[in-house]
């Protein structure tokens, strides 16, 4: 599992990496990459504070948004914070928007109705939703 670290105001997933018996940080939410190590925690929030000074007077220097906005929109429609929640969420676990959403709509389902067998099913026409309305 991927665990998530608050440097600055700005979050970054921080994996060990046993190859060099590190510690590495990435910045997520970043409009470019951000990333640093180091062997402990103290050590991560040393280093994510530089890595992240570094790439906010790059983009400074150059004009260039450093954080990336989150639209809200992918095929269901969410609010940009939710987006950018679940983004955050779905890189912690090292999974997909889709993945993420498809597991997080299936528990939901399982706990609304857990005996009954989940089916695709095709949205209602208009003119089939106004029908039921009217009676």
């Known amino acids: 599992m991927n665990n998530?670290?608050?440097?600055d105001g700005h979050k970054a997933v921080i994996v060990f990496d046993p190859e060099i018996s590190m510690f590495r940080g990435e910045f997520i939410g970043l409009n470019g990459g951000a990333d640093f190590y180091a062997a402990d925690v103290k050590g991560l929030q040393r280093e994510g504070a530089i890595s992240l000074r570094v790439f906010l007077e790059?983009?400074?220097a150059n004009g260039i948004e450093p954080t990336k906005h989150f639209s809200g929109k992918f095929q269901a429609r969410i609010s940009p914070e939710l987006h950018e929640r679940a983004a955050h969420a779905a890189a912690a676990r090292g999974v997909s928007m889709n993945r993420l959403l498809e597991e997080a709509l299936?528990?939901?389902v399982a706990q609304a109705q857990p005996r009954k067998?989940?089916?695709p099913s095709k949205p209602e026409s208009p003119a089939r939703t106004r029908r039921a309305l009217r009676s």
């Open 117 to 119: 067998p989940l089916k």
């Open 58 to 60: 790059a983009c400074a």
């Open 106 to 108: 299936a528990q939901e």
């Open 4 to 7: 998530i670290m608050n440097i």
